[in-house]
């Protein structure tokens, strides 16, 4: 296959203008070349990837661009079209700190894959996209894993998808410092269309799970509120966590995660923890049970139990997790009284972003005008609502 037979022809459109816009910013010159890398939803294992548990996310056919061209010196430009500024790095004294701006992603990113090849040459970089930025989609994994694969390629470095994706998760975690667990930079880097990814966060094992898109729709419904300012209450509830598997391993012989926490076990020992504490372990452990259970679903067709889990996640997630906002409630309040919703529940860390919705297939037109009708009544304002196609994972587009 082709790299360009993997584009529908609007990305193609989009792609071309990005290689416009390359040109415009850094004038005219080599062959440039462009690559793709989704973003992501994740219909259920809510805050489980990094409490070691199971989680079921899917890519999706918005993401991140990059368009890059080398330079005859060992600088490393980056632009974007969304964030200001232009970035210069020397390959043989780059900063080793992150620099608190947008750049810190790729550019870490760069510098965990440079190590595999010290005579790699300089790039002329541009970034951009169609996935907005602090919605929940992953935007970080997809500039990280898009990063990492267009940077492969380019560099002929002969990375396998699984050390690519290792590279943009040390990146996101070690150099810009969110303590995020394996799922994002999973789900776009080993994505296949049609299919979620279910992944064990404990093992790294992983399955890709057909979905009958003939009978159901995914949806994304956007709050417009942005999570820039969230990573601290993230790294919160990664704290929280931990502290709450410290205080119960003693209980389970063996066990490395909270996920290895049985609801018996829980229920057992929960007036022993602090209440801040037991409201995170109830949402974990429960979760967990919700999740195989909604694989058990998918798996034998039942799609409306699948979706009465997500809302059940949700009402975890606002209550135990605390990680819900009022617009994300009120969405997934609107979605549960159409009848062409099988499910809903806010996606990725939460404190604003989007929620995700199974749909029936058909419903999508009605569900998105009367749910974003009822968010502006609340807000005075209206909701961004999108119907997705899953992706097959980071690509390069050949013009």
């Known amino acids: 296959m082709k790299p360009q037979e993997a584009f529908e022809p609007e990305l193609e459109e989009l792609l071309d203008r990005h290689a416009q816009a390359f040109e415009r910013a850094y004038g005219p010159g080599g062959k440039v070349r462009l690559f793709f890398a989704p973003g992501r939803v994740n219909l259920m294992g809510a805050h489980l990837d990094y409490n070691g548990g199971p989680v079921m996310p899917m890519a999706i056919d918005r993401g991140t661009f990059v368009a890059l061209r080398p330079r005859k010196d060992r600088l490393l430009v980056m632009r974007s079209t969304s964030e200001s500024g232009e970035f210069r790095f020397d390959l043989d004294a780059a900063p080793r700190a992150a620099t608190g701006n947008w750049v810190d992603y790729p550019l870490g990113v760069a510098l965990e894959v440079f190590r595999e090849s010290p005579r790699a040459v300089g790039l002329e970089v541009l970034f951009g996209g169609n996935l907005p930025v602090g919605a929940g989609l992953s935007s970080s994994a997809s500039i990280c894993v898009g990063t990492a694969f267009s940077l492969d390629k380019v560099w002929g470095l002969e990375l396998t998808p699984f050390a690519r994706v290792e590279a943009a998760l040390r990146a996101e975690r070690q150099f810009v410092g969110v303590q995020c667990g394996i799922m ?86 929960a007036d022993e923890l602090d209440p801040v504490l037991r409201a995170r372990a109830r949402h974990v452990v429960h979760e967990v049970e919700r999740t195989f259970a909604a694989r058990d679903a998918l798996l034998s067709g039942d799609v409306e139990r699948f979706g009465r889990a997500m809302f059940e996640t949700h009402v975890s997630l606002r209550d135990h997790y605390q990680v819900s906002v009022p617009e994300l409630d009120c969405l997934v309040e609107a979605a549960a009284r159409e009848p062409g919703v099988l499910g809903a529940r806010l996606t990725g860390a939460g404190f604003g972003g989007c929620v995700v919705m199974l749909l029936r297939a058909g419903a999508e037109v009605e569900v998105a005008e009367r749910v974003s009708r009822a968010f502006e009544q609340a807000f005075q304002r209206p909701a961004r609502i999108e119907v997705f196609r899953g992706d097959p994972g980071p690509r390069e587009w050949v013009r």
Do not use: M
């Open 184 to 269: 994002d930079p999973y789900a776009v880097g080993l994505a296949k269309r049609g299919h979620l990814l279910w992944l064990d966060c404990k093992d790294a094992s992983i399955e890709h799970l057909p979905i009958d898109h003939r009978a159901v729709r995914i949806a994304v419904a956007d709050t417009g509120v942005r999570r820039e300012l969230a990573a601290g209450a993230f790294n919160q509830r990664v704290t929280e966590a931990r502290r709450a598997f410290e205080a119960l391993r003693g209980f389970v012989p063996g066990s490395t995660h909270l996920r290895d926490v049985s609801s018996a076990v829980f229920a057992s020992h």
